[in-house]
């Protein structure tokens, strides 16, 4: 072994040094000794000196560090100790763990029900299978402007057969190790995110060269929809599998009113072609004067204002309940405004899941809210709640996610911002107020919502 060096010399730099940055220096073969099976019972029971720390964060960050090394075993070992902070420290790892073929029978049967659901939920959203995989590739490049040339007055098409959907080696691995454990309601769990998959197959549209592909929750949007949900599933709102988001190719609906500001295919994508070839206006580049069909109209102004729904994503309740985010919406919307992409599509996926919440969570009182009766709601009405549960997460998180939902806001017409006026009602009083409003007979407007949050019998037309 180098230098001859023991995982007792480790240890005990451990408790001098208190960090492991510096341990190569000292411990040279010290990755050799924390993967050493050997050495397992030794790494169990190390104990850091906490007061010697500043915070929980550093010596969570600690632990974490040598069960990265160390692996599963150690990982298994203190997720059950009565550490708490080993407890912290080995939920992490599992967080990231994402390979179904570090797992063996006996593994899956000590992991606690927690584990078992971050490791599911990791292996299907890194590795889901095809044609997720093939998708996911496309929007990578998307966002690479060195990797795909277009023609400059041709939009993107893939065509590409339809298989269905096949499940990665690491999906199919995973749930032979559940079956094998006789884990019946983990198989149940497994298959229903498979059906979940062959189901967002047979909905994937391909229509006059665009297409819908679904999108999977990251770390952060994951985090924002629990936030959403923590109140309502404290007040009486019980937990439902979330509407399936779809990142759409299609035009939005307010660049058919005003094309000259769809800048999805501008500065994104390198075009090589001369310069004097452009029009002057930036939403046309793409073609050149010369050979568009129809002239622009250049007495079109911009409206100032510009709807969520209208760019940049939309919620649809019917027939099914979905989520759609407009890609080229999205793009233009941030190179027109300088805002950060991946923070406005959290912020836009945020909203959308608060349209979700009202419409279709279910509670004591109703499993959603009828079609009949929510179709008929105002449209003021909806982005209000929608908004002021957006605002809840925000004004919770503060930070970037405060700051930019602010910056958001600028930009969105006065229907967006009706929710300044509840941002001082209780929580608890708003939540317990939507349940009501799903029974009031249509149409819905503000003032139903008024009257409800003011314990105020609906007023009769």
């Known amino acids: 072994m180098a230098e001859g060096k023991t995982i007792s010399d480790f240890i005990d730099f451990l408790k001098r040094k208190k960090t492991i940055e510096r341990v190569r220096e000292f411990v040279p073969n010290w990755r050799e000794l924390l993967s050493d099976p050997e050495n397992l019972p030794a790494i169990e029971n190390i104990n850091l000196d ?82 997720f995989h093939f998708l996911r590739e496309i929007y990578f490049d998307l966002h690479s402007p060195d990797s795909i040339q277009f023609k400059r007055d041709r939009e993107i098409i893939f065509w590409f057969p339809s298989l269905g959907y096949v499940p990665s080696p690491n999906v199919v691995h995973l749930r032979s190790i559940i079956v094998e454990a006789g884990d019946t309601e983990f198989l149940k769990i497994v298959d229903q995110i498979m059906e979940r998959y062959r189901q967002a197959c047979d909905r994937l549209s391909m229509f006059e060269g665009v297409f819908r592909f679904l999108h999977n929750f990251s770390l952060d949007e994951r985090e924002l929809i629990a936030r959403a949900l923590e109140p309502f599933l404290e007040n009486g709102f019980s937990l439902s599998l979330p509407p399936p988001v779809f990142i759409s190719f299609e035009t939005p609906p307010y660049f058919l009113s005003y094309p000259q500001y769809d800048r999805s295919l501008d500065e994104r994508i390198k ?24 002239a622009a109209d250049r007495q079109r102004s911009n409206i100032g204002k510009v709807a969520i729904e209208d760019m940049l994503g939309v919620y649809r309740a019917f027939p099914e309940p979905k989520i759609i985010v407009f890609y080229k919406g999205l793009v233009s919307f941030n190179l027109s405004f300088s805002l950060d992409e991946v923070l406005v599509k959290s912020l836009t996926i945020l909203h959308l899941i608060g349209h979700w919440i009202v419409h279709s969570l279910p509670c004591e009182q109703s499993t959603h ?12 009405l909806l982005e209000t709640l929608a908004q002021l549960i957006t605002f809840w997460v925000a004004d919770t998180l503060g930070g970037k996610i405060k700051r930019g939902f602010d910056r958001l806001n600028s930009f ?39 009257a409800l949050l003011q314990e105020v019998p609906r007023i009769k037309p």
């Open 50 to 131: 906490y007061d010697a720390y500043e915070n929980v964060f550093e010596i969570v960050n600690q632990y974490s560090k040598i069960i990265r090394v160390a692996g599963l075993a150690l990982a298994l070992k203190w997720l059950t100790s009565s550490d708490q902070y080993k407890v912290w420290a080995a939920e992490d790892f599992f967080k990231e763990f994402s390979t179904a073929f570090d797992l063996s029978v006996e593994t899956w049967r000590s992991l606690d029900e927690k584990a078992k659901f971050q490791i599911v939920n990791n292996i299907f959203r890194s590795d889901p299978g095809e044609p």
């Open 271 to 294: 075009i090589l072609f001369r310069i004097e070839d452009l029009t002057e206006d930036r939403g046309q580049r793409l073609i050149p004067p010369e050979k568009r069909i129809v």
């Open 369 to 380: 809210w009828a079609e009949e009766k929510y179709s008929q709601a105002s449209r003021e």
């Open 412 to 450: 969105l017409p006065e229907e967006y911002l009706k929710f300044k006026e509840f941002r001082k009602e209780d929580k608890k009083k708003v939540i317990n107020a939507i349940k009501k409003l799903r029974n009031i007979s249509p149409p819905v407007t503000i003032n139903e919502w008024k």
